[in-house]
């Protein structure tokens, strides 16, 4: 089974989006996402390098998704 790789913040929003989370809250260089269905909540760090691997797996944590959506 493939490890987690690092992601850019983009393939992250997409992930989610496609999985039925909304955009919450957008301040600075953070996004808060929230799926009603789920009432998952998760932020993602929005900079223009890749979100490192301790950090995707919190995002995954949280968002209460399969780990296996982010892996490529």
Same mark, same amino acid.
């Given at each position: 089974?493939?490890r ?6 983009r ?6 989006l =496609? +999985? *039925?989370?909304?955009?919450?809250? &957008?301040? !600075?260089s +953070?996004?808060q996402f929230f799926?009603?269905? !789920?009432g998952? +909540?998760t $932020?993602?760090?929005?900079? &223009?390098? =890749?979100?490192p691997? *301790? $950090?995707?797996r !919190?995002i995954? /944590?949280? &968002?209460?998704?399969p780990i296996?959506?982010? /892996?490529?």
């Amino acid at each position: 089974m493939p490890r987690l790789i690092p992601l850019k913040p983009r393939e992250i929003e997409a992930i989610l989006l =496609e +999985h *039925g989370f909304v955009l919450n809250v &957008s301040k !600075s260089s +953070h996004k808060q996402f929230f799926n009603p269905q !789920s009432g998952a +909540h998760t $932020t993602v760090s929005y900079h &223009s390098k =890749e979100i490192p691997v *301790g $950090t995707l797996r !919190s995002i995954v /944590r949280q &968002s209460q998704l399969p780990i296996d959506l982010f /892996r490529k």
